[in-house]
């Protein structure tokens, strides 16, 4: 007992300290771009149709443009993506946005007036993914999202989920270290304010004691996933959960299957790999009739020169991959009937 006055101290001081580092948690780019995400959806409740998923997702798709394609007014498509917000991150959200939407809302008068609404949150939402994003990837940011989006009550379904990586322990250690330090969480981003914050930004003429020179690479690298059972396993358990749990969130899931660098190659190592890659989104899908595959990697379409860095088109080419998604969505039947045009009517003519 005499230990712990002294021990519980020094812990309020380390957590005092932590939040002061980490400005109440505030600090890193990663964060504030959930929190971006956050503000975008949850007050838009009018909001019919969702875009998911990382910037592949939203970069070439303008909610404008998904209001042209089902004739709905201005506003009814929200923007719900996060850079960088792959499969788990995505599934972390939708979590939320289920938790959110199944809140109690008092309504003034009538009948069961506290009942939470019964009607799905969303008419349809997209989420699109590419072959690069379904190796397991190690970069910490990836449970940072996870821990920053999920509720408290799904953190056993998310630790079920990371039972299937190659590493559980250490995706469930980082979680918790994240859960207990702000600074921990985003390292960098606290190196970054306070170096800035104290010493300021090297000059130009110096730059070069800030970093350590890497040997150039003597070829360009194709960034890609090699489709191991081992290293997607964690990916495709989080695009499972992801679709089981948009089935109660919304009417309608399209899954796009996006196109990046590698997919324009005819080497036969990266046409296994899609070959795989489609294979197992099609098996997916076929087990959940609330879920649309459309598959917008038609390699016949798809040149190297239309990436800026492997995986992001350039903006030349969004038109072409806006008509790949019109054209699978009018071969799903998924679009609606155009409106006919009115009769011109004759204007009087006042004699």
């Known amino acids: 007992m005499r230990r712990l006055v002294y021990i519980l101290p020094i812990l309020i001081a380390v957590a005092v300290v932590d939040q002061w580092l980490t400005d109440d948690r505030s600090i890193g780019w990663e964060r504030n771009s959930v929190r971006n995400s956050l503000d975008r959806w949850e007050n838009r409740t009018h909001s ?21 394609l089902f004739q709905l007014k201005r506003g009814q498509v929200v923007d719900a993506h996060i850079n960088g917000c792959h499969q788990g991150c995505t599934w972390s959200s939708v979590r939320r946005m289920l938790q959110r939407h199944r809140m109690k809302r008092c309504r003034w008068k009538g009948p069961n007036r506290c ?3 019964k009607k799905k949150r969303f ?18 940011k990836r449970v940072l999202q996870h821990q920053s989006l999920l509720p408290t009550q799904d953190i056993g379904r998310l630790f079920k989920i990371y039972a299937s990586a190659k590493r559980p322990l250490e995706h469930i250690g980082r979680y918790l270290g994240m859960a207990l330090s702000g600074a921990y969480g985003d390292t960098r981003a606290i190196r970054d304010y306070w170096s800035t914050k104290f010493l300021g930004r090297g000059p130009a003429s110096s730059e070069y004691r800030w970093y350590r020179a890497r040997p150039e690479s003597t070829q360009h690298e194709i960034l890609s996933c090699d489709y191991e059972a081992e290293n997607v396993a964690l990916k495709l358990a989080f695009t499972a959960a992801l679709l089981d749990d948009l089935k109660d969130l919304s009417e309608m ?33 076929s087990r959940r009739p609330w879920v649309k595959l459309l598959d917008l990697s038609a390699p016949d379409f798809i040149r190297a020169h239309h990436f800026k860095d492997g995986f992001h088109l350039k903006r030349s080419a969004y038109k072409e991959q806006q008509q790949r998604l019109r054209n699978a969505l009018d071969a799903q039947g998924a679009l609606p009937p155009k409106k006919a045009k009115e009769p011109a009517t004759k204007q009087k003519v006042n004699k």
């Open 123 to 140: 008419d349809a939402v997209f989420f699109g993914t590419n072959l690069f994003q379904m190796c397991e990837d190690g970069h910490s």
């Open 253 to 285: 899931t399209y899954l796009m299957l996006l196109p990046d660098q590698s997919r324009a190659l005819k080497e036969p190592l990266h046409q296994q790999r899609w070959a795989a890659h489609i294979a197992a989104h099609e098996k997916l899908v």
């Open 115 to 117: 009942e939470p609404t």
């Open 48 to 68: 019919r149709f969702a875009i998911m998923g990382s910037s592949t997702s939203k970069d070439w798709l303008p909610g404008r443009y998904l209001e042209s």
